[in-house]
């Protein structure tokens, strides 16, 4: 059984994903814990629903170290590891992770993106490739490294861009494909590693 530590910013809909998923018995893991850089973070709701361990760290609450975002990503490491977790998963995280959460999980950080890397990267794919006219856009989980949406794909998944398509509609099939993708690529990596 894989035990996952989940980071997310938001409504945390990945995060109910792989909850659903576990609870169905598509997904042979445990979510020892969830953590947040924001308090207002639906997902931390979405977490304490359904009995797990909810975390809020603050950026805000180490502006007074002598090394505020080293102090930060310390903190989330120590509790990561504490937690015995097996792969961290950043699901709606929407800040860079950095060396001391990576370096103490090495190649066992994901991330979701929903946009079919190395296109689109940054924090508004969706729009971009609705902007851009393309015909086909999509999802992809990839291992973390230092840098924003970078690293070795795992997985992808195609999203097809209508004509007729709103900004919202395509949101919302993007969305549902990023349900799918990222507890079927965690499945496959509790049966690989
Ligand atoms: C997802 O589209 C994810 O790919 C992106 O942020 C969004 C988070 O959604 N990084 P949610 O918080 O999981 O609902």
């Not at 919302?172 to 349900?179: F, K, Q, Y």
């Amino acid at each position: 059984m894989l035990k996952l530590g989940i980071l997310i910013s938001g409504n945390g809909s990945n995060l109910q994903a792989i909850i659903d998923a576990i609870a169905a018995g598509d997904l042979d893991a445990r979510i020892e814990v969830v953590i947040s850089n924001k308090p207002n973070a639906y997902g931390l709701e979405r977490a304490r629903a359904a009995g797990i361990r909810a975390v809020c760290i603050k950026p805000s609450s180490f502006t007074v170290a002598e090394e505020p975002t080293h102090s930060y990503n310390e903190a989330l490491r120590r509790i990561l590891v504490d937690a015995d977790v097996d792969w961290v998963v950043m699901a709606g995280y929407m800040k860079l992770l950095g060396p001391e959460v990576l370096n103490a999980f090495p190649n066992h950080v994901i991330n979701l993106h929903p946009a079919l890397l190395p296109k689109f990267p940054g924090a508004h794919a969706i729009e971009e490739a609705f902007a851009a006219g393309v015909p086909t856009t999509g999802v992809t989980v990839h291992i973390a490294n230092e840098r924003f949406d970078d690293g070795p794909i795992l997985a992808q998944t195609e999203v097809p861009i209508n004509p007729d398509d709103t900004l919202e509609a395509l949101e919302a099939r993007i969305h549902a494909a990023e349900h799918q993708l990222l507890p079927q690529t965690l499945a496959e990596l509790c049966s690989t590693r």
